[in-house]
């Protein structure tokens, strides 16, 4: 099936996502969509699947015109879709999540249990996605939960496959497995559309590769362009893909975690059991595939979640009972991993998002009463320092870029004096501009003798940053490894290899 | 500093016990304790230890039986004991072997209470003491209301709508079966009039809630005051008896639902009269559960319904409408919620008074709770609330304990019910949530 778009535009309010989109997609090819963060990918494929209504422009499917009202619409002409954040209901199992839509039925509408196991069954043989049917979603690990996805599309019969950003949740290894799977499926005759702001990735697998960029179509190249090329079509400038930094001397122990445990609300334990250390003036960074428990060990550090075993240690003085506000205190930065829920205040000015967790200070405030003047000094000061592109001092921080957001996290954090700097995903939906900054004042913090801790789930990001790695797996830290480190090995680590118990055989009992 | 040196289990968790375990073992202990030490105040009270009983709804002289009161609250009290050791202990494991044991002790609390309250009677002239009767008849009549409104509530949770105004939903069914009931001199279109009302108000919840996305909790509370006032103006609006019986005849003297007996079954011992000397109302509630739970776990409906309730988006993204599963199951829940509401009028005492239900709607969303969002739970929490509100009307007969105080009972067990013994669950993920399309 040959999918065209012409002219496709959408504009949300005054705002352009897609701007006059021409794309072609021929039968049986992978099609790479390469783009920054906002760039529109996601945006335009939602028109292609129904879910957006196009503002402009039109859809040809074998060079017939159609327009799709729904997503039912879009899988009636062979269209099938995964998406970004999984569209998985965590509480079936693998065969109902499939079913899903289009059940297997018996007489008035009862279902048949046994028929959609076996189109599971069969299909999963076919494409070799080893699926087990009546597993229950939430229990299996990603990569095995977007094999369940790309399972829906195939019961639904795609004949042109979306896969929106699938490797960002994926270990190397996992990554490797679907692009086999992806070779398989166009031996078939199915079209493969393949979003990624990977460029590694692109090369690797597909056939023709045509970037986005703020809206509109740059251009359109083979997979034989260099890294160099495709990165500067993607972001419209040369960048500089490599971090300057110095080889310092790491000093002693700031922030150590000993057998720390985490339970999560339904029970299950999270972390389980880590010892960390991190030394002054270096950048720990934990590497690993999310879930695997980085976002709880964060939080336990933070004080934001407590835990049920183990202590923590700042500069030799025990804080596993302190405040979130003790800690702080005592000099921890921390950029979490979600910002727009637990780094900011949407609603809020930029001028007050930034002495969020300082208003108390003296310099801040006067008895209850906050210092305007001082901290409208500080806004303008902190604004020109991090180059906060943004119309004035009280822009609320919601209307920002990406990128401006993190922004003002990061220099809300780093505008008192520090000892420890926990940062989780600092770069996560960030133009690769604000990447380039933001890594280099992480690497400054690291310089003035901080003890940084990074915590990542971009391989790219850990090897920019890191002097020492630790990759966490189900949990715990399976190894720590040095930043020369090759990727296969990491990713073998992420995948739980090397751990002798269990890990990447567990990996494979489930799937 | 790689790998930690803690012991572990097998599945690869550190060997420790989390807090929220730790936390329900002081629970389940601290519980077991308070209850222990009242039945043995129980105990220690008993002077007269003749305790009149039966088996059958209705105490006979003929046919009463005596117990020794000392004997079974003592047993009751060693029970209590046992389970306190072997928790304390921490011998109890989850799972349905603790569901036993938690069931027996509620059962011994309950034994040692009623040895208490129905010693040492001032005898009667004539007929003697007060003996204790079968409760169960009058749990399943209390009950089936609740587990109508609990299905109501379930239903309507599960498609991701928050039915707060299960209690609307009754008053405007009580009043209209009485209404529908009363014109048509039949009990059966005194159902039909209930359950059309009960759909009535689902109506308006679904339309504000799925179609205009107005915040379920607030606008529950309002459709509750709603019905509240529109019964009540409604009722004024018809004339008393004395001032046109015809009129008055025709709108609000509904026929009642009679018991129907049915053989064989109604002769097993205890439960039969229990279950199966009940009116037309009770078997359709029956019917209601079977119905409900297949309707959710067996067919295509269901699978649609509750994934609309965990993950609305996943659903339109296979191209099934959101919003026509929720409001289905809505309406549907609606026919439960008016059948129940039916129950106050044509169901038991007949013309329609103000606030006939009188919060039992809450209790029916407390059931709902409590029995976590699954038919069978909540119709297994109704009758538990339906068991409370019979012992209340089994406890008035005598005066031992305040009748206002014995009246908030029932209350106050859905609270301690909810708060200490729904633990860990999950409602469905979506509930009360409306789905809004980008
Ligand atoms: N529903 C929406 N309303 C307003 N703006 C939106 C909406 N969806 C996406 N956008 C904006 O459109 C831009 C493109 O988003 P998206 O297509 O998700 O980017 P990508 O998938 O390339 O990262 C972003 O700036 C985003 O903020
Ligand atoms: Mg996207």
Redesign the pocket.
Known sequence: MKLEIRGLTKR??S?T?NDGIDLTVEEGEIHCLL??????????MNMLYGLLEPTEGEILVDGEPVSFSSPGDAIDRGIGMVH?HFMLVPVFTVAENVALGREDVRGPGILDRRASARRVRELSEAYRLSVEPDAIVETLPVGVQQRVEILKALTREAKVLIL?EPTAVLTPQETDELFAIMRRLKAEGTSIIF?THKLREVRAVADRISV?RR?KVVGTTSPQASEAELAELMVGRKVNLVVEKSEREAGAPVLSARDLVVVDPRGHQVVKGVSLDVRAGEVLCVAGVQGNGQTELVKSLLGLVRAEGGSITLAGEDITHDSPRARLERGIGYVPEDRSSDGFVGDFSIRDNLVLDLFRSEQFSRGPALALRAIADNAEARIEEFDIRTPSASTHVAAL?GGNQQKVVVAREMSRPLTVLIAAQPTRGVDVGSIEFIHQRIIAERDQGVAVLIVSTELDEVYALADRIAVMYDGRVVDVVGPDTPREEIGLLMAGGRDSTDGQNDVEDIA | MSTSTAPRTASGDVAIRDRADVLRQVKTVVVLAIAALLVLLFALSVDDPKIYWTLEERARLDTRRTLNAHVVAWSAFGYLVVALVLAALNRIRRGWVAGLVFFGAGLAFYAGFLMWFFADQRELAGIGAISIVNPLPQTVLYATPLVLGALAGTLCERAGVVNIAIEGQFLMGAFFASVASSLAYSAEAGLLGGALAGVAVASLLACFAIKFHINQIVLGVVLIALCLGLTNFLLGQIPTARENPVLASYLNQPVTLDPIRIPVLADIPVLGPALFNQSLLAYLMYASVALVTWLLFQTRWGLRVRAVGEHPKAVDTVGINVARRRWSAVLLGGVFAGLGGAFFTVGSTGAFDQNPSNGQGFIALAAVIMGRWHPIGATAAATFFGFMLATRDQLSVLTKIDSELLSAAPYLATVIAVAGFVGRVRPPAASGEPYLK?
Do not use: R, V, Y
């Open positions: 949300f309010g705002f996502a783009g920054e963060n906002g760039a529109g990918k996601s945006t335009l970004q929106d979003i986005i809206g870029s | 980008s």
